[in-house]
């Protein structure tokens, strides 16, 4: 399986990046993981042409392809950093690379409570029908104390947080491979999904 590890944030001493490294290291005989950095995209603007910038239309291709997509958010302010829902907003504006896409979401934060309202948000966001991503329901990895989580080789110091990881690795890639199931099956409409348009539907359900 490969998977498409989106860093949340554009700080360089990140420990959700740590956390990122530390499962691709960690899980490499089960799947590949390709950690993908967003520092350098500029704010979504919607450009009247519906274009992403190069850097964020490559990004979207790797999600397209991918089997599923990793998000590690940090908690600013009691929900996601602005340049992960900047990046959120150019995919759902362009090319909808999310819908019908497995996701599993992580988060590090340097508290106790390790980003629990940022991933409520984040949950929320991703269910918006521009964005549509297939969740694992009733799922956290909430890594507190994450500034004395990792040591220099970004390995995870924490065994209990080790073993929970490693069983929730275990169950995402079962419900990816269940997902990969329907759609082979056809039980998913992506392509008419994305024609979603907020213009021509009421509450969200395409017209
Ligand atoms: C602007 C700002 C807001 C923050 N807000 C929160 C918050 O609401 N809750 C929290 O637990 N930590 C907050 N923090 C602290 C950490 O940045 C946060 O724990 C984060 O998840 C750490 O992720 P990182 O190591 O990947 O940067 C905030 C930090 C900044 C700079």
Redesign the pocket.
Known sequence: MKFIGI???N?T???????LLFMKKHFAEQAEIEVAEIADFPAFNEPSDQKAPAGIQELSEKIEAADGVII????????IPAVLKSLIEWLSYTTRPLINKPVLIV?????S???S??QTHLRQILNAPELKALMMPGVEFLLGQ??QAFDEDNNLLYPDKVSELEELFSEFRLFVTINQKLVEEGHYNTEEQKKFSWEQSEGGTLS
């Not at 001493?13 to 956390?19: P, V």
């Not at 590690?72 to 929900?79: F, G, L, M």
């Not at 988060?107 to 508290?111: F, N, P, T, V």
């Open positions: 860093v949340g944030t700080s001493a990140s420990t959700n990046r740590k956390l590690a958010t940090p908690e600013y302010d009691h929900s988060g590090a934060s340097h508290g409570l390790g980003t309202r940022a994450s500034l």
